[in-house]
């Protein structure tokens, strides 16, 4: 908590923080706005896209959309220790490099908490309006796909940790974390079978959250090989230990 508490020091006068929690917030609130005024055969969608308990995989799947925004802030607030110098002074000030990377773990962990936050808002306001018979049980239904995001969103801000403290620059940092995410992991993912390639790391983080309603488009498309989201939450949790642990290797043998 202590340490959390000296980052939220950091963390609170500095305008970008602030910015990319608003950009989140406003652009998955205007995404979903947006998805209930969609009309279908003439009707507007919201009562059909927003019913609990499907609401919660479809908010999910929005917000996922969304993670490479806490990834560039991680990256932001990761470089910005070697920019200002302040890993340097907290290391002289008695800091362990251990306790770099866990101040750094518990900012993941509070803007996954807030993201979730976001989403169950939104999937209670969005449900409770457009449900037309709501009871708890459906409520509560499916509403562990919102700890699936939580999990993928820690995800995806461990890795970019790791490209900020890598790369120490922010601009080449966040274009090497964006390149790695779109570009090369999918392209590698083409020179394996699908029974490996569902293991991968970024594969395994978007398997959280699948496109609703992927049983039906697989009807037509044929079956894909992907874990279920529960199958891929254990070696999502494994590889953000990974991640984690390589941060603190980079910190524990390279001279600040």
Known sequence: M???????????PYHTFWSI??????????????????????????????NFPDIWLKLAYIASYFNLLWGVLLIILAT?????????????DGWFKRDVVLAKFTVILLLAAFGTCVLLGTGLFFGLTYSP???????????????????????????????????????????????????????????????????????VLSSLT???GRDVLESFTGPSLALTPTAALLPAIAYIALFIFLTYLLLRFRDL
């Open 2 to 12: 202590n340490l959390l508490l000296i980052e939220l020091r950091k963390l609170v």
């Open 21 to 50: 929690l608003l950009i989140f917030t406003g652009l998955f609130l205007l995404f979903a706005y947006l998805g209930s005024k969609v009309e279908i055969n003439g009707q507007a969608a919201g009562p059909t896209l927003y």
């Open 80 to 92: 910005d220790e070697y920019s200002f110098r302040t890993l340097r002074q907290q290391v002289i």
């Open 133 to 203: 018979d709501v009871t708890t049980a459906k409520v509560l239904q499916d509403i562990r796909h919102l700890l699936f995001y939580f999990v993928q969103a820690i995800g995806y801000m461990s890795l970019a940790l790791f490209f900020g403290f890598l790369i120490r620059k922010n601009g080449l940092a966040i274009i090497a974390f964006l390149v790695y995410a779109k570009i090369l992991e999918p392209l590698i993912h083409l020179r394996f079978p699908d029974q490996v390639d569902q293991y991968f790391p970024m594969k």
């Open 210 to 212: 699948p496109l609703p």
